[in-house]
């Protein structure tokens, strides 16, 4: 997954990948060590060379590393491509991978659409916790 953060007072934008499917977890140490507040920005679907092409992209507003100064052409880029809550990115990301549906049609979901996936996948999750479970019969 591509995700693009962003420091409130620095305003530098990250480019940044995880495979993990909890974003929470990789923005969570990088919370902790910035000095700057850090807000989420927006994410999609991409592996490291998606991460690689789009830091090429943006390569004449890179500050340092990951961080780019901010621009318009990165705004626009986020705002066309990127989903923008955080839980619901990563329910995207595993319909995707699941082959549920692609990432044309998650851009288009809306919020009951959305809430109609977590409907299922509440409801798959606790019929496979059933089947595990076994009650004896006297």
Avoid at 38 to 55: A, Q, V, W
Avoid at 122 to 131: F, P, Q, S, V
């Amino acid at each position: 997954m591509i995700y693009f953060i962003q420091g409130e007072i620095t305003k530098k934008i990250k480019i940044g990948h995880t495979d993990n499917i909890i974003l929470e977890d990789r923005l969570q140490p990088i919370r902790s060590s910035s000095p700057d507040k850090i807000m989420f920005l927006g994410g999609m679907p991409g592996d490291r060379s998606l991460e690689s092409t789009l830091k090429k992209r943006f390569n004449k507003f890179n500050s340092h590393g990951e961080w780019f100064f901010e621009n318009n052409d990165l705004y626009s880029f986020i705002s066309n491509n990127c989903i923008f809550n955080e839980d619901i990115l990563s329910i995207v990301i595993e319909e995707i991978n699941q082959g549920n549906i692609d990432y044309k049609v998650a851009k288009s979901l809306g919020e009951s659409d959305i809430k109609e996936i977590q409907r299922k996948i509440i409801n798959t999750a606790l019929n496979n916790i059933w089947e595990t479970v076994s009650i004896p019969i006297e």
